[in-house]
């Protein structure tokens, strides 16, 4: 009955993918957040492949905030980003 948290989404939506086969393209270099110790290991690749996908980005402050409650509007943009790509690649 907790939130989910943004490592805990993200690694989610990430296995969704690997699940359904989309290939993930690298848009641009990790480089890693100010806060990267604080991701948890089952979600740090999940994280490093959707940043380089550009389907998560860091907050204002340049931080993840991987403890931090995922909010409706980031799930969506996540989904939608994620979409996005699957339909991009299955149309190619």
Request: hydrophobic share 40%; glycine share 6%; proline share 5%.
């Amino acid at each position: 009955d907790r939130p989910i948290t943004r490592e805990e989404l993200t690694a989610i939506l990430y296995r969704r993918a690997n699940y359904a086969g989309v290939a993930l393209p690298v848009l641009r270099e990790y480089t890693g957040f100010p806060d990267e110790a604080e991701i948890a290991d089952y979600a740090k690749d999940a994280v490093e492949t959707f940043f380089k996908a550009e389907i998560i980005n860091g907050k204002d402050n340049g931080l993840f905030d991987p403890t931090g409650p995922a909010t409706r509007a980031e799930f969506s943009a996540m989904l939608r980003r994620l979409d996005d790509i699957d339909a991009l690649f299955a149309l190619g």
